[in-house]
C-alpha cells in the first residue's frame, strides 16, 4: 500500500459517483484535503479481521473481493468497485473489522480519518447526511443477505431431509410393487393347483377363519429373533414331512404372520393329505400379497403424511393476519421435519405437552421458524445419543414453551451475546448468526419473551407468549 500525491483529478471522480452528486464542490474538496489518497496493489488487504478501522474508504478505481474466514473456512461475500464505500462511517458504532478485503487489481482509494467526522458536521450536513444513508443502506443489503443465505441454509438442509424421509416410503413403495408384480405373475400355475383341489365349502371356511385371524393377529406379534428362527425350523420341517417342496419360502411367510404347527395341524386334519400342498401355496401366497399390500399402504401413508407435515410447516394457503394459532400443531409438524436429524444422531425425544393447551395469536408460519432454530441447534449441540425435551404449559393467561438439550451448553461469558445478529459459534457454511436474532425478533413481534438458561449437561430455551382470548 503506497500513498499517493493527490491530482485535481479527484474531484471529479469524486462528483461522477451517485453518493456524491448533490455535494457542493467546496465539501468534497474539503474531504479530499483531510484524506489520504492510496494505492493498493493487487493482492494486498484493505483490510482484515481484527484490524482496528478508524478510516472512512471511498474506492476511486479498481476492485477488490470480500472474504468471510471462520473456523479455517472461508466464504466469498461479494465483489466491490469504484464508487462504494467501505470502512467507518459517521455515526457508525464499527470498531474492527471482521472480514477480508483484498484487491482484485490496483486499487485507489481515499481515506478520511473518523477524528474528522465531528467537523464534517460542520462543513456540510449535506455531506454527512449522504455517508450516514450509505450506512443505512449498506446495514441493511448485509442484513437481507445474510438473511437470505440463513434461509438458503436452512431450505437446503430442510430439503435434503425431506428427501431422505421421502426416499424410504418411496423406494419401499417400488421395491413392493415389484414384487406384488411377480407374486400376481406367478400365480396362474397354482392357481389351477387350487381350482383342481375337491374340498367342501365347509372346510373353505374353516380354512378361511385360521387365515383371517392370523392375518388380524399380525398386527401385534412381537417374536425375537430367537422365537423366529425356533418358528421357522418347526413350520419347514414340518412341510417337509407333509411332501411339501420349497418350504423355506413358505415357512417364512407363515412365520411373519404367526402362523404355528398347530394352525398347520388343524388346517390338514379339515382337508387332509390330498390337498394340503395346494393349500399351504395358496396361504403361503394370499398372505403374501396381504404383507405387500400393507406395506405399499404404510408407505404412502408415510408419504402423504410428511406432505401435510410440509403443507402444516410452511403454513401454505393461509392468510396473512394474525390468527389462533395451536403451538403443539406447529411443534409436531416442526419435529416431523426434522426427524431425520434425530435419527442421523440418535437423538431421544421427550414430548411432555399439556392437554387442553390455550391458543396463542400469532403467524403460524412464523412460529414455526422459532421452533426450527431453537430445535435445530439443541440438537447440534449434543453428542449421538443425546435428548431433547419439549414442555409446554399453562401459565395463569400465558402459554409457555420450554425446550431443553442435555448438551455442552453455551458458555457463561458469551450468553448475553447469543441474540445479537451475526454471532454465531458454528464453522462457516453452518450458520450466520442469524437464527436467534430471528427467534427474538419474532417473539418479540408475538408480545412475548425469551429466557435462556444454560450450563454443561442442560439448556434451556422458555418461552412465553399471551394466551389468546
Given at each position: ?6 491530482t ?6 469524486l ?6 452528486q448533490d ?18 496493489e ?12 478508524d ?30 464505500i ?14 477480508i ?6 486499487t ?24 450516514v ?5 449498506r446495514?441493511r ?6 438473511f437470505?443465505?440463513?434461509k ?14 421421502l ?7 417400488v ?11 406367478a400365480?396362474?400355475?397354482k ?10 365349502p ?5 380354512v ?9 393377529q399380525?398386527?401385534?406379534?412381537d417374536l ?25 419360502d413358505?415357512?417364512?411367510?407363515f ?5 404355528t404347527?398347530g394352525?398347520?395341524?388343524t ?11 395346494p393349500?399351504m ?11 405387500l399390500?400393507?406395506e405399499i ?5 408415510r408419504?402423504?403424511?410428511l ?7 410452511s ?18 409438524s ?15 425425544l421427550?414430548?411432555n ?9 400469532g ?30 404449559y ?12 442435555n ?9 448475553t451475546?447469543?441474540?445479537?445478529p ?48
Open positions: 500500500m503506497k500513498t499517493l500525491p493527490k485535481p483529478e479527484l474531484l471529479s471522480t462528483q461522477s459517483f451517485d453518493t456524491f455535494i457542493s464542490p467546496e465539501a468534497l474538496q474539503w474531504m479530499i484535503d483531510q484524506s489520504d489518497y492510496k494505492l493498493y493487487a493482492g494486498e488487504k484493505l483490510f482484515y479481521p481484527g484490524q482496528s478501522v478510516r472512512m474508504q471511498v474506492i476511486l478505481q479498481g476492485r477488490y473481493v470480500v472474504r468471510w474466514e471462520q473456523k479455517g473456512e472461508t466464504r466469498e461475500l461479494g465483489v466491490w468497485e469504484a464508487g462504494y467501505t470502512g467507518v462511517l459517521p455515526f457508525s458504532r464499527m470498531k474492527e473489522a471482521r472480514a478485503g483484498q484487491a482484485l487489481e490496483p485507489y482509494t481515499l481515506e478520511l480519518h473518523k477524528e474528522h467526522f465531528v467537523e464534517m458536521v460542520n462543513v456540510s450536513y449535506e455531506l454527512t447526511q449522504a455517508l444513508a450509505v450506512m443505512s443502506d446495514v443489503d448485509f442484513t437481507t443477505m445474510q437470505q443465505n440463513e438458503l441454509m436452512a431450505l437446503g438442509k430442510l430439503s435434503a431431509g425431506l428427501a431422505h424421509e426416499n424410504n416410503p418411496a423406494s419401499a413403495m421395491r413392493n410393487a415389484e414384487e406384488l408384480y411377480k407374486k400376481v405373475h400365480s396362474p400355475e392357481f389351477k393347483s387350487v381350482i383342481t383341489m375337491r374340498i367342501t365347509e372346510q373353505t371356511d374353516q378361511n377363519s385360521i387365515l383371517f385371524s392370523r392375518i388380524e399380525a398386527k401385534n406379534l425375537s429373533l430367537l422365537e423366529r428362527e425356533e418358528r421357522m425350523d418347526d413350520i419347514a420341517d414340518w412341510l417337509e414331512d407333509h411332501g411339501i417342496e420349497n418350504g423355506e413358505i415357512a417364512e411367510t412365520v411373519d404372520f404367526g402362523v404347527e394352525d398347520l395341524d388346517i390338514h386334519d379339515i382337508v387332509g393329505d390330498g390337498p394340503i400342498g393349500i401355496w395358496w396361504l403361503e401366497s394370499t398372505l403374501s400379497l396381504e404383507n399390500v400393507s399402504q404404510e408407505a404412502s401413508n408419504i402423504s403424511k406432505v401435510k407435515s410440509i403443507k402444516d410447516y403454513h401454505m394457503d393461509r392468510g396473512v393476519a394474525m390468527e389462533a394459532v395451536d403451538i403443539h400443531e406447529g411443534l409436531r416442526t419435529l416431523t421435519m426434522l426427524k431425520h436429524k434425530f435419527k442421523s444422531k440418535n437423538i431421544q421427550v414430548k405437552l399439556a392437554p387442553e393447551l390455550p391458543n396463542v395469536k403467524f403460524a408460519g412464523e412460529l414455526n421458524q422459532v421452533w426450527t432454530n431453537l430445535i435445530v441447534n439443541a440438537i447440534d449441540a449434543m453428542a449421538p445419543g443425546g435428548e431433547l425435551s419439549v414442555h409446554t399453562p401459565d395463569r393467561e400465558y402459554v409457555r414453551v420450554d425446550i431443553t438439550d448438551g455442552s451448553g453455551i458458555p457463561e461469558d458469551i450468553q451475546r447469543i441474540f445479537e451475526f454471532f454465531t459459534t458454528k464453522a462457516m457454511g453452518e450458520g450466520t448468526g442469524m437464527g436467534l436474532d430471528i427467534v427474538r425478533k419474532i417473539v418479540n413481534r408475538h408480545k412475548g419473551e425469551i429466557d435462556v438458561e444454560s450450563r454443561p449437561g442442560k439448556t434451556t430455551f422458555s418461552l412465553c407468549f399471551p394466551g389468546d382470548k
